[in-house]
C-alpha cells in the first residue's frame, strides 16, 4: 500500500467498509487490508474500544458504535471527495482511485473541498457511495446486495460498497461499474451487454443493486 502511518481515521474507515461487507470487522481482515501487523491492529482495537468508537459484539468480531461511526462519516467525506477530485479533475483510473485517494485525503481542508463540490458536484463518489455531508450525517440509500437478486431480472449497479483492489480490478476489466445495468442469470453468472460473466465469490457481498 505504500502507506508509512496509518491513523485511527484508517482504522475507523476500515471497520466501516468490512461491516458494510461481511457485517463485521474481524482483526485479520482489518489488519489485511491496511497492510499492517495484526498485533497494531490489537493494539488499535483496544484503543477505539476505550473511547467508545468500536464495539465487540461477538468474540473478535467488531463493528463501530454511533459515536465511531460519525467520526468514520466526517473521514470518509474527505475520502470521498479526494476520490471525486482524482478521477473528475485528473482522470485517473477508476479502479486505482481508492488507493490514490490514500495519499491525498488527509489533507482535504474545507476549502479544496467546497470546491470540489462546487467544480464537480458531490453527492455520491465514483465508486456510487453517498459523500457525507459535513455534519457527519449521510443520505440513506435504498439498495441491496448482489447476493439477494433473483435468477432472471435485471437490475444496475448501485455502488460497490467495499473498495479493495482485487474487487475493483474485477469489476473494472469487466466494465461494469456504478450505472451499468445487469442480468443475474444465477448468484455467480451474471449476463451484460458484452456477454455472460462468471463472479469470484468474494464479490457479490460487495456489491449494492437498484431494480430497474
Ligand atoms: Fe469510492
Redesign the pocket.
Known sequence: MGKTSITEEDYLKSIHELTEYEGYATLSDISRLLGTLRQSAYDEINILLQKNLVTRIERGKYVLTEIGQKQANLFLRK??IA?ILLYKGLSLEWKK??EQ?MGIEHGMTEEIMERVCEKYGCER?????PVPRGDGTVMEIDDFSMSQASPGKTYMISR?VY?ESFILNFLSDNRIFPGTSIKCISLNKWSLDRGEVEFPPQVNPAVRLINV
Open positions: 475520502h470521498r476520490e482511485l481508492d485517494a463518489c465514483p465508486h456510487g457511495n460497490i473498495e
